[in-house]
């Protein structure tokens, strides 16, 4: 299925008292580029993180957004630094010793001096967090994936609607070649009767002249190609997944044509064509650099 490389997806999850919520959204980019954001704690579930996604994922930059929430009562611990506290009062005593003062110290005035007390987050279970995260990140992957392949399968249409265009106008090129080598010959038939007047006219030279007139302005092959450009792009299209690079470069053999018949064309009619079939590959071609 055909997928754009634009998408969002969100997912939370709860598993008791902890809650992970995860945003993902993307961007075209020519390769697979993702920047994650989320706690630091949890630096440790990169790698893991991104095989997740290269599952879901082939092609563009993305954007991870992971926030985490943690009600229970158990994620931190009051510590007590018995050997700051020593510390902290064998200078008191000094200081009193020292300078004469009344040694006051007190339990509560000593269990304000900074490091006496510290809050210490638990050791966190690694196992349980990965098994939140990881349902989160999938569900969030989930939704990522379906927003893409709704985008896919209207830029699918879209192109496709192009693609039959581009034949149509393909079709009108092949129509009007006879029709020029036929003016060309009648133009030129007139004008030798116009200078010959009553002499008689060499037909072996005429046919000559006509036909190396129409070898010059011959566009079977450029005509032949795009037909099978569009075909294989339609087939593609159809039937592909993770196809945008095979489209961008089946969309730039298709310029490469239209260029070729444009630079022959020797009839305004023609040129508006081929003019036409350009502005229609340059359509593709944009739509195709948002297709993974």
């Not at 158990?74 to 300078?99: C, D, G, H, P």
């Not at 379906?146 to 496709?160: N, P, V």
């Not at 032949?224 to 730039?252: P, Y």
Request: include cysteine; charge should be negative; aromatic fraction near 8%.
């Amino acid at each position: 299925m055909v997928k754009s490389m634009t998408g969002f997806g969100r997912c939370e999850h709860h598993q008791g008292s902890r809650k992970f919520t995860v945003e993902m959204k993307a961007v075209n980019h020519r390769y697979f580029d993702v920047n994650i954001k989320m706690p630091k704690k949890f630096n440790f579930f990169e790698a893991e993180i991104r095989n997740i996604l290269k599952r879901y994922v082939q092609r563009g930059k993305i954007d991870l957004f992971i926030t985490y929430e943690d009600y229970s009562a158990e994620t931190v611990a009051l510590k007590y630094n018995e050997s700051i506290a020593a510390e902290y009062l064998k200078y008191y005593r000094q200081m009193a010793e020292t300078f004469g003062l009344e040694d006051d110290i007190r339990a509560s005035a000593l269990g304000r001096c900074p490091e006496v007390f510290t809050m210490e987050e638990q050791e966190i279970d690694e196992e349980t967090l990965w098994a939140t995260l990881e349902t989160a990140l999938e569900g969030a992957c989930r939704q990522f994936v379906e927003s893409r392949e709704r985008e896919g399968e209207a830029l699918k249409k879209d192109i496709l609607d192009k693609l039959d265009k581009m034949e149509e106008n393909v079709g009108l090129v092949e129509e009007r070649y006879p029709q020029i080598i036929a003016e060309y010959r009648k133009k030129l038939e007139d004008k030798l009767h116009e200078l010959l007047e009553d002499s008689q006219i060499d037909e072996n030279r005429l046919a000559s002249e006509v036909v190396l007139f129409a070898d010059k302005l011959c566009t079977d092959e450029e005509t032949v190609r795009l037909k099978s450009h569009i075909r294989t792009m339609r087939e593609v299209l159809l039937h592909g997944d993770g196809v945008g690079r095979k489209l961008d470069f089946i969309a730039q053999e298709m310029n490469r044509e239209a260029n070729t018949i444009l630079s022959k064309a020797n009839d305004l009619t023609t040129s508006n064509i081929a003019i036409d079939l350009k502005t229609d590959i340059e359509k593709v071609r944009e739509q195709v650099q948002n297709i993974e």
